[in-house]
Structures are given as C-alpha cells and as structure tokens.
C-alpha cells in the first residue's frame, strides 16, 4: 500500500539518526506530500524547536505550471513558506543543473543540518535554456539570487521583474523576442531563508529603477506573493514600487483546461512586463 506519511516519517527517522547520509524523499507529483502532512507539520519543520532532533532530510517536490491540470502544479509552496520560521528550514527553487547540484552538496558540508523544500519543475528537465557548463558544476557555489544575464545597461533599466523558478525562462523568451532592453530580471533561487544581502545587492545595481516586479505562476493566494512581499518591500530604496503579476486568486492550484492555463500564462508574462502596470488587486504599492 502506497502511504506516503509512512514512508516520508521513515525517512525522517533515519536521516535524523545517520547525519553523514545525503536523504532525499522525491513526490511523484507535488500534491502526493499533501498525504505526509502531519508528518511535515510535526517533525520535519518543528522537530528541532520542539525536541532538539536534528534533521537534514530533502524533499523534492514537482512543481510548475506545464498546462497539465491542478495535480501536476500542487506542492503547495505556500504551505512550507508559512512554516518557516527559526531559519528552522530552508526553501528552494533552483533553475539550472549548475544550481541544483550545489544546493545538493551545500546540504552536506555545511556545518549544521536543515531540512530542505526544493520546487522542481518537471519541464526544466528539457528545457534548451536549462543547462550549465562544466566549469558552472566544478566550480563556484549555490547563489541564493541569480542576476541578470543579458548584457543591459544598468543606467537603463526602468524597472526590475524578480521571479523564481521555470517562469524566469518564459520571461526571459518574452524580452528578447520584444527587444526589451530596460527591463532586468532576478531570479530568487533561495525563498527561506530570505537572502536579503544577495537581493538587496542584485536590485540595487540598477539605481534609476523606480519598479519592482514580483511574477509568479501561482494565484496570487498561493505561491511565495503572501509570504514574501514583506521583505521583498524592506530591501527597497523608497523610490521604489512593489507590483504583483501572476494569476488572481484562486481555490485550485491551477485550471484543468489547457487554454485556459496557457491563455493566463500569457497574460502574467504580458503583465510583468507591461507599459502601464495593473492597479487593483494585482499591485501592491508602497
């Protein structure tokens, strides 16, 4: 019988007794850790506040909006963002295999143990542009933010579009395919702990920005909006603006009918990057 709490509390037990072992519980779907929730709830983000068990378990869980239904895009990140407080655990959502890699083995030589969330998005297994080098895999480490790539003038940049995980490479298609060379993108590969040194850096390179953009995949409800626009906010000059894009909110973690989903997803990548941004629900300004 398939039990996920079963499985995931094992897993728990023993990466808390063999602390020399990397333990990674990979969901076949985002959605099948909803199954093991106690097991999350109780032990894996409060274990360590509670009884002073220490615990490095991985949990890789698919999630990414491919147009396949709810159950395909369901981790619920919204869920271990809100349990994160302590730097009790850590949340990421790499976007390379140079990334993902170092996140992997960061986990095992530093010097304490934290659980650790990682989103996977399916389709960056094949995607053209997710690759890295061999010198990106040999050398270097994990960067909690990841600046901008594209040769732009930094004295031109009007506005900045911050994003985790696969969307960063629809937004990264939709400007060149534009030719939009006043707008940088930021991709926040660490969401807890928030890394506020690395993404106070990366904004502030671009000193004529007086907009900031967060864009996500998920309803606005759900995601990482919620829990991080306050220190999205802190990090900012006073010029600055916060404005959400993505999609409104919503009781399901996405719709089952491909048109629908790929028409939203046009819609928040037009969103991010539009002339005059949305006011309404869809901003939040300072």
């Known amino acids: 019988m398939l039990t996920e709490n079963a499985v995931l509390g094992f897993e728990y037990g023993y990466t808390t007794s063999e602390p020399n072992q990397l333990v990674i519980w990979e969901a076949q779907f985002g959605d099948f850790a909803n199954g093991a929730q106690v097991v999350i709830d109780q032990f894996i983000s409060a274990g360590e506040v509670k009884w002073g068990r220490i615990c490095d378990l991985v949990l890789f869980l698919p999630h990414g909006y491919e147009g396949q239904g709810p159950e395909h895009s369901s981790a619920r990140p919204e869920r271990y963002l809100q349990l994160c407080a302590q730097h009790n655990m850590q949340v990421a959502v790499p976007t390379t295999p140079a990334q993902t890699f170092h996140l992997l083995r960061r986990q095992m030589i530093r010097h304490f143990r934290k659980p650790l969330i990682v989103m996977t998005p399916k389709s960056l297994l094949r995607h053209k542009e997710a690759v890295s080098s061999m010198e990106d895999l040999a050398d270097g480490a994990f960067r909690n933010v990841v600046g901008e790539l594209d040769a732009l003038d930094p004295k031109k940049v009007r506005r900045v579009i911050v ?80 404005f959400y894009a993505g999609r409104p909110v919503s009781a399901s973690p996405a719709v089952g009918y491909a048109a629908k989903h790929n028409a939203e997803q046009k819609q928040l990548i037009e969103d991010a990057f539009a002339d005059k941004l949305k006011s309404g629900e869809m901003v939040l300004a300072r």
């Open 163 to 242: 994003c985790s995980g696969k969307v960063y490479y629809e937004l990264l298609a939709y400007r060149r395919e534009h030719k939009i060379d006043d707008i940088a993108i930021l991709r926040l590969e660490q969401q807890y702990p928030f890394p506020h040194e690395d993404y106070k850096r990366e904004v502030g390179r671009y000193a004529k920005a007086k907009e900031v953009v967060w864009c996500q995949e998920e309803p606005q409800n759900q995601g990482a909006w919620y829990r991080l626009n306050f220190y999205l906010r802190t990090d900012l000059d006073q010029k600055m603006m916060l």
